[in-house]
């Protein structure tokens, strides 16, 4: 059956390489719908939202979404740029990508880590979206009851409640639980014996506790998965010295977006690292890397993160064999070395390699 793609190309090199890797998954042949919508600065200057009404319909309609990349400005700046009939309104910017999350309910936010030219590593970073230390509990200048919970440390004390923050790291039972199930679902989808839970056990010994309790029960149900659970810091080391031990991993918000990010370093940086977010009833997908303002109009952006982030789509939507033969090829092309970008070390133009890898699937 057709499956239908909400295309969001949003701002700067976003629309060059969603357009690249569009043509290239044409080759592919399959039945899929592609529906183009609006996102990103232009619509906030423009209609006071980054993500506009119609882009929800669109959304709503549509089986998952590729996005390409958004702008986004420091508060301050953004009420400056909006169109002057809606200045003084009291609109505030929202991060579309945060909106999507958000609205969508996309706990997971999956990062694949794969070494595209020997093939030592395959590993998938999955990062906690909704919770953790980013659950939006973060104040300075404390009120009463928050001043009660900290007065007695000596530093709180030499500072006062004014010059005081504090910012709450949220675990609960719901957002575990469904964490660790979608971690053991995506390791036995993909073949992988190892689970590893990304903590700091020692230090925050008793939010650790509950997650050891929940990893434990929860393990039952999944006896074919080794789990372990390691310190963050030791994870960051080994992912670079030893990527090759690592099969699924997961981790609440911070820890998450930092090793996600160190991911995309450990695979070669951002023209290659793609991902995903989902939750139990949507999805959207997105290269790791921004609008790279620096870069647009100039077809020097490697495609080769969309094309990876398409892969992933496609598995997603259940076409994992197709998805696979297009990961195939841009593996193929990125070692031959001879069509690639700047930062692969060559001088191809993002549509030169985006159609170097259609020839690849052309081939079969
Ligand atoms: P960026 O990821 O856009 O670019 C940083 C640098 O990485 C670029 O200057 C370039 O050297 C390299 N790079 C990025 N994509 C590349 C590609 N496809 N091929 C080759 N090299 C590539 O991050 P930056 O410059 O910090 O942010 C620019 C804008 O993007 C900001 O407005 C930021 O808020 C936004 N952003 C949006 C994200 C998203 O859409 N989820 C994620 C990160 C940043
Ligand atoms: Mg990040």
């Given at each position: 059956p057709t499956k239908s793609v909400a295309v969001l190309p949003g701002d700067g090199i976003g629309p060059e390489v969603v357009s690249a890797a569009l043509d290239t998954v044409e080759k592919l042949g399959l039945p899929l719908d592609f529906r183009l919508g609006d996102i990103g600065w232009d619509c906030w200057r423009q209609e006071g939202d980054p993500v506009p009404q119609r882009t929800w319909k669109l959304l709503e309609e549509t089986d998952t979404c590729l996005l390409g990349a958004i702008t986004s400005k420091p508060l301050r700046e953004t009420e400056a740029e909006l169109d002057p009939s809606l200045r003084g309104t009291g609109l505030t910017y929202v991060s579309p990508v945060l909106q999507l999350r958000q609205r969508l309910g996309l706990y997971a936010n999956i990062r694949p880590v794969t070494d595209l030219d020997q093939g030592r590593f395959d590993f998938t970073v999955i990062r906690e979206n909704t919770e953790g230390l980013y659950a939006g509990i973060d104040v300075h200048g404390l009120d009463e009851p928050l001043w009660n919970a900290v007065r007695h440390h000596p530093n709180a004390a030499a500072s006062g409640p004014e010059d005081t923050s504090l910012t709450l790291r949220l675990q609960t039972r719901h957002g575990i639980d469904r964490l660790l199930r979608f971690g053991f679902a995506h390791a036995e989808a993909h073949g992988k014996r190892l689970l590893t839970v990304v903590d700091k056990p020692m230090v925050l010994r008793n939010s650790g506790n509950l997650l050891r309790e929940r990893l434990e029960l929860i393990a039952r149900d999944?006896?074919?998965?080794?789990?372990?659970?390691?310190?963050?810091?030791?994870?960051?080391?080994?992912?670079?010295?030893?990527?090759?031990?690592?099969?699924?991993?997961?981790?609440?918000?911070?820890?998450?977006?930092?090793?996600?990010?160190?991911?995309?370093?450990?695979?070669?940086?951002?023209?290659?690292?793609?991902?995903?977010?989902?939750?139990?009833?949507?999805?959207?997908?997105?290269?790791?890397?921004?609008?790279?303002?620096?870069?647009?109009?100039?077809?020097?952006?490697?495609?080769?993160?969309?094309?990876?982030?398409?892969?992933?789509?496609?598995?997603?939507?259940?076409?994992?064999?197709?998805?696979e033969e297009l990961r195939d090829a841009v593996r193929t092309v990125a070692r031959a070395r001879t069509t690639v970008t700047y930062d692969l070390g060559g001088t191809a133009g993002t549509r030169e390699v985006a159609r170097a890898v259609a020839d690849r699937l052309g081939r079969k």
């Open positions: 999944h006896p074919d998965i080794e789990t372990e659970i390691l310190n963050v810091d030791a994870v960051a080391l080994w992912m670079v010295r030893r990527p090759e031990r690592f099969g699924v991993l997961v981790a609440e918000n911070m820890f998450g977006d930092i090793l996600s990010d160190l991911g995309a370093g450990v695979m070669g940086g951002l023209g290659l690292a793609p991902s995903g977010n989902i939750g139990d009833h949507g999805s959207y997908f997105e290269p790791v890397h921004g609008s790279a303002p620096g870069m647009v109009g100039q077809d020097k952006a490697n495609p080769m993160a969309m094309l990876l982030t398409v892969a992933q789509m496609l598995d997603h939507l259940g076409f994992d064999v197709p998805g």
